[in-house]
């Protein structure tokens, strides 16, 4: 039964682990899209004058 247990607390911890890592890849990404947006916006503008 000890097995299982620790069986089970490893695989949510990894679990966690890895839902940690996602949410801070999507948040990188996201940030990432939100500061290419901003400078697409200023070169455009820097060309446009």
Do not use: C, K, P
């Not at 607390?9 to 890592?21: M, T």
């Amino acid at each position: 039964m000890d097995e299982a247990w620790l069986g089970t607390a490893l695989g949510s911890a990894v679990l966690l682990f890895a839902a940690i890592f996602v949410f801070g890849h999507y948040r990188r990404e996201h940030r990432r899209t939100q500061l290419l947006r901003q400078l697409e916006s200023v070169v455009w503008r820097q060309h446009m004058n």
